[in-house]
């Protein structure tokens, strides 16, 4: 069973950053994709970055190209998300995901953790 837990959310303000873990267990991490999205409130859910496992192949969204990065760590079974200059418009609850397709469609993502909160103070 996939297991997927977020960490690292916070309060910052403008211009600051922040670093999001996400530890996951009970994948088979070949072939696998993982991604981070994000829901602010009253909007959809978006896609935000992705990367490929095997190969560490990464994907950001137009909105974030610059700002975030995503990584792995394959010791620790790790996805972070790394983001810096953040902006208001970055508050949301931001959610990890896991899946076999290289999409940004959260249909292609099977699996999803609990959220963490960021907060981006003006």
């Known amino acids: 069973q996939v297991h997927l837990v977020e960490s690292g959310g916070g309060l910052v303000q403008t211009g600051g950053s922040l670093r999001l873990s996400c530890a996951a267990s009970g994948i088979k991490f070949s072939g696998y994709v993982m991604g981070w999205f994000r829901q602010a409130p009253g909007k959809e859910r978006e896609f935000v970055a992705r990367?490929?496992?095997?190969?560490?192949?990464?994907y950001h969204a137009d909105s974030v190209k610059g700002r975030f990065t995503i990584s792995r760590d394959n010791a620790k079974n790790t996805v972070y998300l790394t983001m810096n200059s953040l902006k208001y418009e970055d508050t949301a609850v931001y959610y990890c995901?896991?899946?076999?397709?290289?999409?940004?469609?959260?249909?292609?993502?099977?699996?999803w953790g609990q959220g963490t909160q960021v907060t981006v103070s003006s």
């Open positions: 995901a896991a899946g076999s397709s290289w999409s940004a469609s959260e249909k292609a993502f099977n699996s």
């Open positions: 990367i490929l496992w095997s190969s560490g192949n990464t």
